[in-house]
Nanobody, 122 residues
Framework: VQLQASGGGEVQAGGSVRLSCAASGGTFSSHVVGWFRQAPGKEREFVAR????????NYTDSVKGRFTISRDNAKNTVYLQMNSLKPEDTAVYYC????????????????WGQGTLVTVSS
């Protein structure tokens, strides 16, 4: 599976951005998809994940109530809607996928996109 993340950019605090992760080359509906982020000087961290059918989602505590992960298997795409953005959300955001199961660890995912930068200014 090849993943292409897009949608990043610069936004002011309190604003919104929607990231997309487009997949190709595999049976997308068989893959769990996660979003991770890496801020400058920090380790990569889990943001959100969505089950194969989209019925189960999980979020890290710092984004609960502000971010929403969703998927459209007909379009082979996963989205991350980010609202009420804060400067501390500034990071490179990566989508990742793994067949059948993956949790909140980077090691759970075999396939990674190239990352898209989100910059939130105060």
């Amino acid at each position: 599976v090849q993943l292409q993340a897009s949608g990043g950019g610069e936004v002011q605090a309190g604003g919104s951005v929607r990231l997309s992760c487009a997949a190709s080359g595999g049976t997308f509906s068989s893959h769990v998809v996660g979003w991770f982020r890496q801020a400058p000087g920090k380790e990569r961290e889990f943001v959100a994940r969505i089950s194969r059918g989209g019925g189960t989602t999980n979020y890290t505590d710092s984004v609960k109530g502000r971010f929403t992960i969703s998927r459209d298997n007909a379009k082979n795409t996963v989205y991350l809607q980010m609202n009420s953005l804060k400067p501390e959300d500034t990071a490179v955001y990566y989508c990742a996928a793994n067949r059948y199961y993956a949790g909140a660890r980077s090691l759970d995912y075999d396939y990674w996109g190239q990352g898209t930068l989100v910059t939130v200014s105060s």
